[in-house]
């Protein structure tokens, strides 16, 4: 899946804001950006579990399964 640069070298993903699943742990959380992580070359995904707890970060490429659109998660966004 294609991403492109934002500020602060973070970049745009259609899934920011939804639930995802991170299929490289089978957990699912909330995108929340594409990112560097420290030093690393290439940016990673940071989520978030749902109701809170410990960020973690996974390759942008083992995230799949969105939870659909809605007004909460993207409001003015059409579904």
Excluded: F, Y
Aim: charged residues 30%; glycine residues 10%.
């Amino acid at each position: 899946m294609s991403t492109k640069r934002r500020s602060l070298l973070h970049r745009d993903h259609p899934w920011i804001g939804r639930q995802v699943e991170d299929t490289a742990t089978g957990r699912r959380g909330t995108l929340r950006a594409i990112a560097p992580d420290g030093d690393k070359p290439r940016p990673v995904a940071w989520l978030t579990p749902e109701g809170g707890g410990t960020e973690w970060t996974t390759d942008p490429d083992s995230l799949d399964n969105p939870a659909p659109v809605t007004p909460d998660t993207h409001p003015g966004q059409d579904q």
